[in-house]
């Protein structure tokens, strides 16, 4: 199984930061990498599709970049919504896998 | 426009099954794969498994292999996935989701609590 490894685990920022999580792979998944927001009590929703493709509704402040075996999520300037949880998710072969997590918390 | 709906809570003892379905309308059902992704409490996203309801074809987790069977109904545009022998640590929130193009999910249900207690 292709392990899907993010860091941090825990991000504390202000309104306005610019924060970065990352998503390694144990293996090259090409750019079949996607990014979820997950908020308390709700699905997850995605945000970043192939690496780097915005989903449609998804603000442009978010973005996603890398191919093999790395890859970002970047938030040019936090808001008061963006504060959840983030997964990345493999669906390069199966099982497909998601990351442990990124906690983004209000500093 | 396309919706997932699963079925209510379920309570179960250990060593029972249980079986959540989920109902498809908005899209053509036999052109999507669906896939089934667990949460359990303060915990992340674990995926279980899809299938194809054009084929009938499917991938299971390797962990999960023996005790989950996913299913599909088209006359009724329904998923069912049924997981047996629960554990207590298969207590969690289950998911149903649509693949979209490629394997990430853009459309999701809005989750089955299954708790397995004694």
């Known amino acids: 199984d292709i392990q899907m490894t993010q860091s941090p685990s825990t991000l504390s920022a202000s309104v306005g930061d610019r924060v970065t999580i990352t998503c390694r792979a144990s293996?090259?998944?090409?750019?079949?990498l996607a990014w979820y927001q997950q908020k308390p009590g709700k699905a997850p929703k995605v945000l970043i599709y192939k690496a780097s493709g915005l989903e449609s509704g998804v603000p442009s402040r978010f973005s996603g970049s890398g191919s093999g075996t790395e890859f970002t999520l970047t938030i040019s300037s936090l808001q008061p919504d963006d504060f959840a949880t983030y997964y990345c998710q493999q669906y390069s072969r199966y099982p497909y896998t998601f990351g442990q997590g990124t906690k983004l918390e209000i500093k | 426009q396309v919706q997932l709906v699963q079925s209510g809570a379920e309570v179960k003892k250990p060593g029972a099954s249980v079986k959540v379905s989920c109902k498809a309308s908005g899209y053509t059902f036999t052109t999507y794969g669906i896939s089934w992704v667990r949460q359990a409490p303060g915990q992340g996203l674990e995926w279980m498994g899809r299938i194809s309801p054009n084929n009938g074809n499917k991938n299971y987790a390797q962990n999960l292999q023996g005790r989950v069977t996913m299913t599909t109904d088209t006359s009724t545009t329904t998923a069912y996935m049924e997981l047996r022998s629960l554990r207590s640590d298969d207590s969690a929130v289950y998911y149903c989701?649509?693949?979209?193009?490629?394997?990430?999910?853009?459309?999701w249900g809005q989750g089955t609590l299954v708790t397995v207690s004694s």
């Open positions: 989701a649509r693949e979209a193009g490629g394997g990430y999910y853009y459309d």
């Open positions: 293996q090259s998944i090409s750019t079949w």
